[in-house]
Each structure stands twice: as structure tokens, then as C-alpha cells.
């Protein structure tokens, strides 16, 4: 799950439950991630036509004639979201989506017909101002890159008539140098000839990436946002913008530009809308708490086009109560347009429980879909009030705590664990236990090995209170036996809520087999029950 959120917002998951939806959500204090949730349920919607905005199609656009159709691909030029063809072997005579006008020169002239760019083609008078925006956002752009290509050869070129130049003045030793070179010079390809960023100053480009990476160093900037393409962009841009350039102000950076970037940003979201009205969306809203404590809801949007998140709302004084989560959530439905949405997925607690009754009797035909990862997270928390599985997390916790809270502990540790971390982050609370319990695991030689030197047992802290304990927690072998006994309990539903937050595939072709694979921990509990009644 696009996502745009306010700073310190971190992306989280949402998707089906275990029968419908696969998806992520917690009710733990924690940030939230976006990603796409590629699987989705689809429906055909007559309201749907070409556009850039639902606004705009009312008044800009027509529906598309039958039997046009648009290139499809990785490659395809942004402008076929705009633009049709009779003949998908055709590409040469284009139809604009907005006026029907065809015209004769691929995809190009049809652009230069949505941009009103002066020419042998008219302006299209029918085009929406934010497809017109995005389109010449675009343009701009293939231009830049353009005109840095051109730089470069011209640069190029310069550097050949220099070197024919010079040859002519050696040649010519003793009499007056000729400056001019002669007009019909033949050039011949030299072996130095390289590209602009060969050829250029070595020394001025390291004094210049310097003063880039101190940049990065000086304002906390992560390394990876040197591959981003918008980092790139702006390089080119100034490179071709050449000497004094101005820096925007910081007046410029808080208002007048950020305003155009909102504009920019609302175009490209604009094809969310276009795919909400065509196969419908899921609404989303995810509670979690931030780090002044307060209850914040996450509300977003769901469709074939991505996840795009809308907005937050502060429910600190009502995040309990399940007839004000429902009058939220049906205003949202109101936002978004109830003809628009196949369903609701929240998280699975009691209050978005009665929400999502309250909800279903008002609208009949919208689905209430409780959130996967929170119904598996649900499920470990119930496993771990187990007596056995209750206490070796407390003796585990208890453990970790002790090592990272002394430092002498933590480096005889790490010396002897080669440096690996406890301490596994997972998904959820219970997630970040597993795992954690799991380490501890596959450190279990090293572990006992550590409590068990020399330069443990002669350290002050052996003889502390806690790190007695911690020394008999390691050399118990019931302990390291309930480990794990916990991993082959809580392991298979791990792995499922692994896989409803994976980003990388769609979860719902996996998630049946799945717990049906892992259908261990009932038959576990089954035979824990049966066992418990013949010994009563």
C-alpha cells in the first residue's frame, strides 16, 4: 500500500482476510506502510470514460468509441492514456479520447494536438486542464533530456574542429598560425574521442561531487536518494540551465513551488480515479498510535492502479467507540463515491467490528473485510497465553533485555556470535518475538559457550542478581526445549503473515494452500486438548 503521508509516516499493508482479502495491518504502536496490492476484486462500471479526473470527464470527455483500442506495455508513451487506434497494427492514425479527432503521425502529432503545440495539426479544444498538465509535465521533461543529448554532441564536435585546428597550425610550422579551420575539413575519428563525462576536468568534477556528497552528509540525506530519478532530473536541469542559477529561496521551497508540486502530484493521481470508476476500489483505514500517544487513523484507497493513501485523522478521543468509527467511515464512502467501492477493510477489533455491521446494513451491497495480518496477529496473541509458550517468551525477553542492557555482556556477546543481533524486527509484536526466539536459537552454542568463559564468570556482572539469572535461563535445557516447542507452534502462522505482507507478489493466489499447509498449530492444540481431558 502510494502512498503520501506526513513525515515520520512509514507505509503499511492492508489486504483481505484469510477468505476474501490477504493483506497487513496491527494494532500496535507502530508506522504505517503503503504498498500495491495487486489482487483485487474487479467489477465492469458503466460510468467509466477516458479523462484525467472524474471532474473533468463529466465536462471534457467522451466515452470512447467501440472498437478503438490502446497500445499496452512497458515502454508505451505516457500520451496512449489519452489517445486511441482503429488498428492496434496502426499506430500511425491516432484518435484523441477527448474530441475524436484523428489525425496522421503516430503518437507525436496526436501529442502535439493535445498540447496545442503550433504546427500542421489543430488544438484539441476538449482536453482537461490537469491531463493537459501531466502531459506537458512530460514533455518537458523528454525535452530536458533532449537538449542534454544535443549539449553533449555539440560539446563533441567542438572538441574535433579544436583538434583540426591544432593540427593545421603544426603543420604549418614557421609561418603564421591560421586560426580559422578550413570549411570542408575532413574530421577523422580520434582514439581519445569519448563521451562529455571522459573528456571533461577530472579535477572539477571531483571538487563538484564532493560538494554534492557533503551535501548528503551535512543534511542526514539517505545514499539511495542518489538513484532516484528526480535526484537526476534535477542535475540535468541545472547543468542545463549553465552558470548563475539562483537556488529557490526558502520562501519559494514552502509555498509558491510546493503548490505547483501539489497540482503536479493531483494529475498523476488522477489515474486512480480513472481505474476506481472503471473496476471499482477497496477503502482502507488502518489505526495505529504515534509517538506522542496519540490514536491516528489512516485512510486509502485501493484499486487495479496502486494503493493511494487520502488523508489522517487524529481519533484520539473516540478510537474506542465503534458508532464514530462508523460515522467516519461512511463519510469516507461518501469522499470516494459509494457507486465506486466493492469494499471495507479494517482492522479486526471490536470497535471496526460494529463498524463494519453498521456499515453493511446502511450501504447492503459493500463488503466489510476484516484485515488479514491483524486476524494472524490475533491468532499469536492468543497462542501466547499458552502456559509454556507464556513463559519462555518471558524468559527470552527477559534474557535479551539483560545482554543489551550491559555493555560488557553485549560485547562478550558479539564476540562470541560474531556479531549478530538478538534482536529481529518483524511485522507485529508477536512477529518480532518469534523471530527474536528464533535467534536466540541458533545461537544456543554460542550463547552457553559465552556465559560459560572465562571472561564472563571473572566480569562483575556474573555476580550481579540478573546476570545469575541470565547464566541459569542459558544452561536450562527445559528453556532451550520450550524454544523450541514456541517456534513449531507460532512458526507456521508466521510464515502466512509473512506472506500477506510480502510486497513483492500478490498474496491471494497462496494465502488457502497456505494455511492449509500450515494447519499444524490446530492439530498441536487438538491433541493438547485430549491429553488434558484423559488426564482429569
Known sequence: MATAAQSGVEKLGFARDLGAFAGHGSRSSRPVRSHHVRSHPVRSHPRFVHGCSLLSMTTSSETPQSGMSKPTGDNVDLAWQFNSVKDKNNRKKVTCDFCQVETSGGITRARQHQLGIRGDVKSCRKIPPDCKLLLQT?????????????????????????????????????????????????????????????????????????????????????????RSKSFKLMLEAVGNYGLHLKPPSYHELRVPLLEKELEYTKALLNGHQLHRAKYGCSIMSDGWTDRKNRSLINFLVNSTAGTMFVKIIDASAYMKTGIKIFELLDNFVEEIGEQNIVQVVTDNGSNYVLAGKLLTAKR??????????????????????????????????????????????????????????????????????????????????????????????????????KGKKATRIVLLTSFWNDII??????????????????????????????????????RIFENLSMNKQAST
Open 138 to 226: 512530460d514533455y518537458d521533461e523528454k525535452q530536458a533530456l533532449k537538449d542534454g543529448i544535443l549539449n553533449e554532441m555539440e560539446v563533441q564536435i567542438d572538441d574535433d574542429v579544436n583538434d583540426d585546428v591544432a593540427e593545421i597550425r603544426r603543420s604549418r610550422s614557421g609561418k603564421r598560425a591560421i586560426e580559422a579551420p578550413l570549411p570542408a575539413a575532413k574530421k577523422t575519428k580520434d582514439k581519445r574521442q569519448t563521451s562529455i563525462i571522459d573528456t571533461c576536468d577530472k579535477e572539477a568534477r571531483a571538487r563538484t561531487v564532493q560538494y554534492i556528497a557533503r551535501f548528503f552528509y551535512t543534511n542526514g540525506i539517505a545514499f539511495n536518494v542518489a
Open 485 to 522: 516447542y514456541t517456534l513449531k507452534v507460532m512458526g507456521p502462522l508466521v510464515q502466512v503473515l509473512r506472506l500477506v505482507d510480502n510486497e513483492k507478489k500478490p498474496a491471494m493466489g497462496y494465502i488457502y494452500i497456505y494455511m492449509q499447509q500450515r494447519s499444524r498449530p490446530r
Open 364 to 465: 447492503p451491497h459493500l463488503f466489510w473485510t476484516p484485515c488479514a495480518a491483524h486476524c494472524l496477529d490475533l491468532m499469536l496473541e492468543d497462542i501466547g497465553k499458552i502456559v509454556k509458550v507464556k513463559t519462555v517468551i518471558q524468559k527470552g525477553i527477559s534474557l535479551v533485555g539483560f545482554i543489551y542492557n550491559h555493555t560488557l555482556a553485549l560485547n562478550i556477546m558479539r564476540k562470541n556470535a560474531g556479531n549478530v543481533e538478538l534482536v529481529r524486527h518483524g511485522v507485529t509484536r508477536f512477529a518480532t518475538i518469534f523471530l527474536t526466539l528464533q535467534r536466540l536459537h541458533k545461537q544456543k552454542t554460542n550463547l552457553r559457550k559465552m556465559f560459560t568463559s572465562e571472561e564472563w564468570l571473572k566480569s562483575k556482572a556474573a555476580s550481579d542478581p
